[in-house]
C-alpha cells in the first residue's frame, strides 16, 4: 500500500499527496486527496468511496470527449469539490509534481462553488478545498 504524504492538517482534515489515486481509501475519508493519476470514471467512483472532502488529480491532457476529466463529474453528483491540473504542469504518476508545479485546468462545480478556479495552483486549491471542509465541519 502505498505511504501518503500529509502535507497539512487542520483538526481532523488533512491535504494528502498520493502517486495513484488506486490507494485511496476509507482513511482518507476526512482529506482533501492530491494525486497524479489522471480524474477519470474510475478515479472519480474512488474518491466517492471513500468519502473524500475535495480531490485534485491530472487532467492528463482530457482526452477524447474529457475522458481524463470524466471523474469530476462524479464528484459533483456528491457535491464533492474536484479539480484537475494541466499534464503539461505536473508529471502523472508522480503525485508531489501536482501539488507543487501543478495548475489547475478543469474545475466541477461543487469546487467553483467554495471559489476554485482554472488558473489556480493546485497547493492554492488544496487550500480552498481543506478551509471549506473545515468550515463545512462535516
Given amino acids: 500500500h502505498e505511504e501518503h504524504k500529509i502535507v497539512k492538517q487542520s483538526g481532523k482534515y488533512r491535504i494528502v499527496i498520493a502517486d495513484s489515486a488506486t490507494s485511496i481509501s476509507e ?3 476526512s482529506d482533501i486527496f492530491i494525486c497524479a493519476s ?3 470514471l474510475n478515479v472519480g ?3 466517492v468511496q471513500a468519502g473524500v472532502k475535495g480531490m485534485i488529480g491530472n487532467d492528463a491532457g482530457k482526452g477524447m470527449e474529457d475522458a481524463g476529466v470524466a471523474g469530476l463529474k462524479v464528484l459533483d453528483e456528491k457535491g464533492i469539490p474536484g479539480a484537475a491540473v494541466s499534464a503539461m504542469t505536473a508529471e502523472i504518476g508522480v503525485g508531489p509534481t501536482t ?3 501543478g495548475v489547475i485546468s ?3 462545480k ?3 462553488k467554495i471559489g476554485v478556479k ?3 495552483t493546485a497547493k492554492e486549491a488544496a487550500e480552498v478545498m481543506l ?3 473545515v468550515k463545512a465541519g462535516k
Fill in 118 to 120: 482554472p488558473g489556480m
Fill in 99 to 101: 501539488y507543487e508545479t
Fill in 38 to 40: 489522471h480524474c477519470g
Fill in 27 to 29: 482513511g482518507n475519508k
Fill in 106 to 108: 478543469t474545475v466541477n
Fill in 110 to 112: 461543487a469546487a467553483q
Fill in 45 to 47: 467512483h474512488y474518491a
Fill in 131 to 133: 478551509q471549506a471542509a
